[in-house]
Protein backbone atom coordinates (compact mmCIF):
# COMPACT_ATOMS: atom_id res chain seq x y z
CA UNK A 1 0.00 0.00 0.00
CA UNK A 2 1.32 3.19 -1.14
CA UNK A 3 0.87 6.66 1.49
CA UNK A 4 0.05 9.80 -0.85
CA UNK A 5 0.94 13.20 0.58
CA UNK A 6 -2.23 15.42 0.57
CA UNK A 7 -1.90 18.40 -1.45
CA UNK A 8 -2.01 21.56 -0.14
CA UNK A 9 -5.04 23.38 0.55
CA UNK A 10 -3.82 26.48 -1.95
CA UNK A 11 -3.04 24.63 -4.67
CA UNK A 12 -6.28 22.60 -4.99
CA UNK A 13 -9.01 25.02 -3.64
CA UNK A 14 -10.45 28.38 -5.11
CA UNK A 15 -10.47 31.42 -3.50
CA UNK A 16 -14.55 30.72 -2.69
CA UNK A 17 -13.41 27.58 -1.82
CA UNK A 18 -10.97 28.62 1.22
CA UNK A 19 -12.66 28.49 4.75
CA UNK A 20 -11.90 31.71 6.73
CA UNK A 21 -8.99 29.99 8.69
CA UNK A 22 -7.00 28.96 5.33
CA UNK A 23 -8.12 32.59 3.85
CA UNK A 24 -6.66 34.41 6.74
CA UNK A 25 -3.39 31.84 6.51
CA UNK A 26 -2.80 33.04 3.35
CA UNK A 27 -1.31 36.13 3.79
CA UNK A 28 2.62 36.56 3.36
CA UNK A 29 2.58 39.20 6.22
CA UNK A 30 4.63 41.16 3.73
CA UNK A 31 2.41 44.43 4.29
CA UNK A 32 3.30 45.82 0.59
CA UNK A 33 -0.95 45.78 0.31
CA UNK A 34 -0.34 48.23 3.44
CA UNK A 35 1.56 51.04 1.80
CA UNK A 36 -0.44 54.17 0.62
CA UNK A 37 -0.61 54.45 -2.98
CA UNK A 38 -1.67 57.47 -5.50
CA UNK A 39 -3.83 57.14 -8.17
CA UNK A 40 -2.89 59.70 -11.44
CA UNK A 41 -6.00 61.92 -11.88
CA UNK A 42 -6.04 61.38 -15.39
CA UNK A 43 -4.88 58.10 -16.56
CA UNK A 44 -6.16 56.49 -12.76
CA UNK A 45 -2.82 54.79 -12.76
CA UNK A 46 -1.62 53.54 -9.77
CA UNK A 47 1.61 54.13 -8.07
CA UNK A 48 2.88 52.91 -5.01
CA UNK A 49 4.52 54.65 -2.13
CA UNK A 50 6.99 53.97 0.75
CA UNK A 51 4.51 55.73 3.47
CA UNK A 52 2.57 52.87 5.26
CA UNK A 53 -0.81 53.31 6.21
CA UNK A 54 -1.58 55.02 9.29
CA UNK A 55 -2.33 51.50 11.46
CA UNK A 56 0.37 49.73 9.57
CA UNK A 57 3.22 48.28 12.40
CA UNK A 58 6.24 49.52 10.20
CA UNK A 59 8.26 46.04 12.03
CA UNK A 60 5.87 43.24 12.31
CA UNK A 61 4.21 44.55 8.93
CA UNK A 62 0.52 43.92 10.20
CA UNK A 63 -2.23 45.92 10.56
CA UNK A 64 -2.13 47.43 14.62
CA UNK A 65 -6.32 47.41 14.56
CA UNK A 66 -7.20 44.58 12.11
CA UNK A 67 -10.72 43.89 13.08
CA UNK A 68 -11.82 47.37 13.58
CA UNK A 69 -9.69 48.28 10.88
CA UNK A 70 -12.30 49.90 8.36
CA UNK A 71 -13.66 52.22 11.09
CA UNK A 72 -10.12 53.70 11.44
CA UNK A 73 -9.45 53.73 7.86
CA UNK A 74 -12.27 53.68 5.92
CA UNK A 75 -10.40 53.61 2.71
CA UNK A 76 -8.91 50.39 4.07
CA UNK A 77 -9.76 47.55 0.89
CA UNK A 78 -11.09 44.41 2.10
CA UNK A 79 -9.94 41.20 0.79
CA UNK A 80 -12.35 39.04 -0.65
CA UNK A 81 -12.20 36.97 -4.38
CA UNK A 82 -14.25 39.38 -5.71
CA UNK A 83 -11.71 42.24 -4.64
CA UNK A 84 -9.09 40.44 -5.50
CA UNK A 85 -10.17 39.69 -9.09
CA UNK A 86 -11.15 43.55 -9.24
CA UNK A 87 -8.27 45.49 -8.06
CA UNK A 88 -5.16 45.38 -10.12
CA UNK A 89 -2.49 47.00 -7.73
CA UNK A 90 -1.82 44.19 -5.87
CA UNK A 91 1.45 42.86 -5.66
CA UNK A 92 2.69 39.85 -7.97
CA UNK A 93 3.36 38.30 -5.32
CA UNK A 94 0.63 38.64 -2.90
CA UNK A 95 -0.49 35.15 -2.33
CA UNK A 96 -4.39 35.96 -2.63
CA UNK A 97 -3.48 37.09 -6.11
CA UNK A 98 -1.25 33.98 -6.61
CA UNK A 99 -3.94 31.61 -5.93
CA UNK A 100 -6.44 33.62 -8.26
CA UNK A 101 -4.16 33.29 -11.36
CA UNK A 102 -3.71 29.57 -10.71
CA UNK A 103 -0.40 29.56 -9.79
CA UNK A 104 1.63 28.32 -6.58
CA UNK A 105 3.49 29.76 -3.53
CA UNK A 106 6.93 30.98 -3.63
CA UNK A 107 9.18 29.39 -1.08
CA UNK A 108 9.43 31.84 1.53
CA UNK A 109 5.72 32.26 2.43
CA UNK A 110 5.20 30.97 5.49
CA UNK A 111 3.00 28.05 4.55
CA UNK A 112 5.41 26.53 2.35
CA UNK A 113 8.86 27.82 4.87
CA UNK A 114 6.91 26.82 8.36
CA UNK A 115 8.53 30.30 9.07
CA UNK A 116 6.92 33.51 9.33
CA UNK A 117 9.80 35.23 9.42
CA UNK A 118 10.99 34.01 5.62
CA UNK A 119 9.13 36.69 4.16
CA UNK A 120 11.22 39.60 5.81
CA UNK A 121 15.02 37.40 5.46
CA UNK A 122 14.36 37.58 2.00
CA UNK A 123 13.33 40.57 1.57
CA UNK A 124 9.65 40.53 0.55
CA UNK A 125 8.32 42.48 3.29
CA UNK A 126 8.02 46.02 4.08
CA UNK A 127 10.06 45.56 7.28
CA UNK A 128 13.01 48.88 7.22
CA UNK A 129 11.41 49.74 3.70
CA UNK A 130 8.66 52.15 5.52
CA UNK A 131 9.61 55.77 5.31
CA UNK A 132 6.82 57.49 7.44
CA UNK A 133 3.16 56.65 7.93
CA UNK A 134 0.87 58.49 6.33
CA UNK A 135 -0.24 60.70 9.31
CA UNK A 136 2.79 62.17 9.98
CA UNK A 137 3.68 63.52 6.62
CA UNK A 138 1.73 66.90 4.79
CA UNK A 139 -0.41 65.81 2.21
CA UNK A 140 1.56 67.89 -0.66
CA UNK A 141 4.68 65.54 -0.11
CA UNK A 142 2.82 62.10 -0.72
CA UNK A 143 4.10 62.69 -4.71
CA UNK A 144 7.59 62.80 -3.22
CA UNK A 145 7.55 59.12 -2.66
CA UNK A 146 6.42 57.22 -5.19
CA UNK A 147 8.31 54.05 -5.72
CA UNK A 148 8.50 50.89 -7.91
CA UNK A 149 9.71 48.31 -5.56
CA UNK A 150 6.23 47.00 -4.15
CA UNK A 151 6.02 45.26 -7.67
CA UNK A 152 8.91 43.86 -7.77
CA UNK A 153 10.31 40.97 -6.22
CA UNK A 154 14.06 41.16 -4.34
CA UNK A 155 17.01 38.55 -5.87
CA UNK A 156 16.51 35.29 -4.19
CA UNK A 157 12.84 35.50 -4.04
CA UNK A 158 11.47 34.51 -7.76
CA UNK A 159 12.86 31.07 -6.79
CA UNK A 160 10.33 28.90 -6.31
CA UNK A 161 12.63 26.92 -3.65
CA UNK A 162 15.34 28.71 -1.93
CA UNK A 163 18.72 28.65 -2.81
CA UNK A 164 19.88 27.56 0.98
CA UNK A 165 17.18 26.19 3.04
CA UNK A 166 15.37 29.35 5.49
CA UNK A 167 17.35 29.95 8.42
CA UNK A 168 15.07 29.90 11.26
CA UNK A 169 14.70 32.90 13.63
CA UNK A 170 16.40 31.48 16.73
CA UNK A 171 19.05 29.92 14.67
CA UNK A 172 19.66 33.14 12.88
CA UNK A 173 20.19 35.02 16.61
CA UNK A 174 22.56 32.28 17.42
CA UNK A 175 24.44 32.89 14.14
CA UNK A 176 24.68 36.47 15.12
CA UNK A 177 25.72 36.67 18.50
CA UNK A 178 28.71 38.75 18.86
CA UNK A 179 32.75 37.22 17.83
CA UNK A 180 35.93 38.85 19.01
CA UNK A 181 37.84 39.43 16.27
S1 LIG B 1 0.07 41.92 -0.35
FE1 LIG B 1 -1.28 40.13 -0.10
S2 LIG B 1 -0.03 38.63 0.98
FE2 LIG B 1 0.99 40.64 1.28
S3 LIG B 1 0.14 41.46 3.20
FE3 LIG B 1 -1.16 42.21 1.53
S4 LIG B 1 -2.84 40.71 1.40
FE4 LIG B 1 -1.20 39.75 2.56
S1 LIG C 1 -6.09 49.61 7.92
FE1 LIG C 1 -4.72 47.94 8.43
S2 LIG C 1 -5.10 46.37 6.84
FE2 LIG C 1 -5.95 48.33 6.09
S3 LIG C 1 -4.29 49.27 4.87
FE3 LIG C 1 -4.14 50.07 6.97
S4 LIG C 1 -2.65 48.72 7.98
FE4 LIG C 1 -3.34 47.65 6.14
Request: with cysteine.
Amino acid sequence: MTSEIAEPFWRTKSLEELDSAEWESLCDGCGRCCLVKLQDEDTEAIAYTDIGCKLLDEDGCRCRDYPNRQAVVPDCVRLTPQTVRAIDWLPTSCAYRLVEEGRDLYWWHHLVSGDRDTVHQVGVSVRGKVAVLEDDLPLQDFVDHMVRWPLRLPRGATRRTPKTPPVSAAAAASAASPRKR
